[in-house]
């Protein structure tokens, strides 16, 4: 199970998501490697120090490392970050006119001889090279939307870049499901945008609903995920159902 968390939009709970559905299945037992493409590093400085890093992403898809050569492990059992640094701005101009560009991850998790249980892959927001590295090489995909006025711009693009990878390089690839984030149940906007969602997106939307919490912003801080800092909070229960909802989803196609 190869899962990319992608939307063209940032502020979405993209890496959030990214980090705790990792943590979630590491915690069920699940070896997991945590993949992160965005130049903002965010996901890795979640779990590791970037000045203790002798390689990232950028090494890797440019050719210059094996991906087990920047595998690090966190202080969680059965959990590893393939990490990434600021140099991943510049991987897509370095790639131009490459006919093997957009295969780079897929060929690289190829040549991993370690076998992880799932890999979760942090996209940057846009829809360039990087993401569709992401998108040859996963089995599934996973869109988080806020629940906000604006939440479905863009969604065509996205939905239309996911067509065309399904249609040639990954024709494997499955839209795993839409997940509704930063939902703030006191306001009439959210409960209508939540409908609205539900009604583009139908049953490809998921049963779990992320809230806003300030116990889920929080944690990255700590380097420690939800599960860790704050057991017993909202976001944690909810991103432990999202992790069992998107294991049934997989173990039922």
């Not at 709970?13 to 299945?25: C, N």
């Not at 990434?84 to 006919?99: T, Y």
């Not at 390089?169 to 509704?180: A, K, S």
Request: charged share 20%; glycine share 6%.
């Amino acid at each position: 199970m190869i899962v990319a968390i992608t939307n063209q939009k940032g502020g979405v709970g993209k890496t959030t998501t990214a980090i705790s559905l990792a943590a979630g299945f590491a915690h069920k037992g699940l070896d997991t490697l945590l993949v992160d493409l965005d130049p903002q590093a965010n996901s890795t400085m979640s779990f590791v120090d970037l000045d203790q890093l002798d390689g990232n992403m950028f090494d890797v898809l440019r050719g210059g490392l094996q991906l087990a050569d920047v595998i690090v492990p966190t202080s969680h059992k059965h959990l590893w970050v393939a990490p990434s640094r600021i140099a991943m701005a510049k991987l897509e101009v370095s790639m131009v006119g490459e006919l093997d560009a957009p295969y780079r991850l897929k060929d690289a998790f190829d040549r991993l001889e370690a076998g992880f249980d799932a890999i979760i892959i942090d996209t940057p927001p846009t829809l360039g090279l990087t993401t569709v590295n992401a998108l040859v090489a996963a089995t599934h995909v996973l869109i988080p939307i806020q629940s906000s006025y604006f939440a479905l711009e863009g969604t065509d693009d996205l939905l239309e870049t996911i067509d065309k990878i399904k249609a040639r390089p990954n024709t494997e690839l499955q839209l795993l499901g839409v997940l509704v984030t930063m939902f703030d149940r006191r306001t009439i906007l959210s409960r209508q945008v939540l409908k609205e969602i539900k009604a583009v997106f139908g049953r490809l939307v998921f049963k779990t609903v992320i809230t806003k919490s300030v116990r889920l912003e929080e944690a990255p801080a700590h380097q420690l995920s939800i599960f860790e800092h704050a057991p017993r909070s909202s976001g944690a229960y909810e991103y432990y159902r999202l992790c069992e909802e998107v294991l049934q989803r997989v173990g039922s196609e």
